[in-house]
C-alpha cells in the first residue's frame, strides 16, 4: 500500500532554518508527483510548495516564496522542505502528500497523506 511519512519537525527560532523530510512507498515518482501543506490555528490547509503533473515546475505559496525550497530524490522516493528565515507565523502543522494527477497546489486533489509534523517558531 501507499505510505507516506513526514519528519524534522520542531522549535526553532525566528530566522533560523528547518529541513523537513517525506518518505514514501508503494508508487514510483513517475506516476505520483508530491507537495506540501500546512495548516496553521484557527486556518484551513494550505499549499505551500508542490510538484506540477504539467510540466514537472516546483509551485510555492507567495508567503514562502524564496525562503522555502522543495527538493528531491527520486531513487529514494523522498523529498524534502528546506525552509530558511522562519517567522512566527510559519508555525503550523505541515503535512506531506502524493497525488497521481496535480496541476496546482491544492488539497483536494491529493490522494495520500502523511500524519503531520509540528513546527514551531518562537523566541
Known amino acids: 500500500q501507499v505510505r507516506v511519512v513526514e519528519s524534522g519537525g520542531g522549535l526553532v527560532q525566528p530566522g533560523g532554518s528547518l529541513r523537513l523530510s517525506c518518505a514514501a512507498s508503494g508508487f514510483t515518482s513517475d506516476n505520483y508527483v508530491m507537495g506540501w501543506f500546512r495548516q496553521a490555528p484557527g486556518k484551513e490547509r494550505e499549499g505551500i510548495s508542490c510538484?506540477?503533473?504539467?510540466?514537472?515546475?516546483?509551485i510555492y505559496a507567495d508567503s514562502v516564496k524564496g525562503r522555502f525550497t522543495l527538493s528531491r530524490d527520486n531513487a529514494k522516493n523522498t523529498v524534502y522542505l528546506q525552509m530558511n528565515s522562519l517567522k512566527p507565523e510559519d508555525t503550523a502543522v505541515y503535512y506531506c502528500a502524493a497525488s497521481r494527477m496535480s496541476y496546482y497546489c491544492s488539497s483536494w486533489t491529493y490522494d495520500y497523506w502523511g500524519r503531520g509534523t509540528q513546527v514551531t517558531v518562537s523566541s
Open positions: 510538484i506540477s503533473s504539467s510540466d514537472g515546475s516546483i
